[in-house]
Nanobody
Framework: DVQLQASGGGLVQAGGSLRLSCAASGFNLDEYVLGWFRQAPGEEREAVSSISPYDGSAVYADSVKGRFTISSDDAKNTVYLQMNNLKPEDTAVYYC?????????WGKGTQVTVSS
């Protein structure tokens, strides 16, 4: 079974850092694009970042460019999202996602709360 387990969220002050992890099972990360999304209360889910397994290239939302870094550890089948200089507007539930076998798979999400 395909499973994604996100962790690493928490409460942090503005300007602080957190590192999210997404542990994948049931497939190999080095074969699929994995993305991070987030959803704030009352808002639509939005894409934050994704990483390509082919060349390791990353894509970021404009709102997080220069502050967030996505990376992967194929040996651990885990993708990370390093979040620096966090802002209150980064407060949301963060989800990891993979599209494979014509289906979207989502992890349960991890809450990130940034206080001002």
């Amino acid at each position: 079974d395909v499973q994604l387990q996100a962790s690493g969220g928490g409460l942090v002050q503005a300007g602080g850092s957190l590192r999210l992890s997404c542990a994948a099972s049931g497939f190999n990360l080095d074969e699929y694009v994995l993305g991070w999304f987030r959803q704030a209360p009352g808002e639509e889910r939005e894409a934050v970042s994704s990483i390509s397994p082919y060349d390791g290239s990353a894509v970021y939302a404009d709102s997080v460019k220069g502050r967030f870094t996505i990376s992967s550890d194929d040996a651990k089948n885990t993708v990370y999202l390093q979040m620096n200089n966090l802002k209150p507007e980064d407060t949301a539930v963060y989800y990891c996602n993979v599209f494979l076998r014509d289906m979207n798979f989502w992890g349960k999400g991890t809450q990130v709360t940034v206080s001002s």
